[in-house]
């Protein structure tokens, strides 16, 4: 009996001794890493924004056979708000979308200029719309995003020759559909899943026009309207694929 209570103690002592090998061979292993959801940028999404612009209208008034040119340079500024639309596609953190926007304007300014015989004129520009379509390119930090974009521009203005002092100008220039370009840079977040922020400078030139009246004597070489504005915006964005995740 005494022999059988020795070979069972040490046959126990045997198994405590090769667990505790056991575990001092086996290495440390780390906990998982935690799992984050990451915000995703993909989707459609629509938006509004309100903004200043302040621009430059530049040309040379002349009379028809291209005389007495009177090269004026104006700074209309003011007002602008509207509205955009586009979509996101999110690659890891890098964004790239399409983006097409409108803005109504309040940009005006005048001032009188002497042409080459010492006529006084009175000229001014009234820039009533423009809008654009665009590309973007995008660095997101989870809910954060840096922007650039450019694209197609055009745009509608007024530009407005009558003599100094006159009641009425004798000849206005409505342009209605010129062609020309944008590129900008901006700041995004986004303060909630579905809600987008903005902050974002454009720069638009809406190129030249120009006219010749027999009527009223008088031509323009070619008035260039350019426009700097600051805008600030609010966007829905819909739906969109789960969040990106992200180990850390």
Sequence with gaps: MKKITLAAAALVMGI?????????????????????AVY??????IGADVGYGWGRST???TNAAGFFPAPYSIDPSGVIGGGFVGYNWQVSN????????????????????????GTLYNIGTSVKDYGSVRGRVGLAFDRWMVFGTAGWAWGSWDTSYGFAGAANPFVTMNVNSSDGWTAGAGIEYAFADNWLGRVEYRYTDLGRASFVSLLTNSAEVGNRVT???VRVGIAYKFGGPAPVVAKY
């Design 16 to 36: 405590a001794s090769a667990s505790a090998a056991d575990l001092a061979a086996r290495p440390y292993t780390k906990a998982p890493a935690p799992i984050a």
């Design 40 to 45: 995703n940028w993909t989707g459609l999404y």
């Design 59 to 61: 040309g040379i008034s």
């Design 94 to 117: 890098v964004v790239l979308g399409i983006e097409a926007d409108w803005q109504a304007a309040d940009l005006n300014d005048s001032a009188i200029f002497p042409n080459s015989a």
């Design 227 to 229: 426009i700097n504005d």
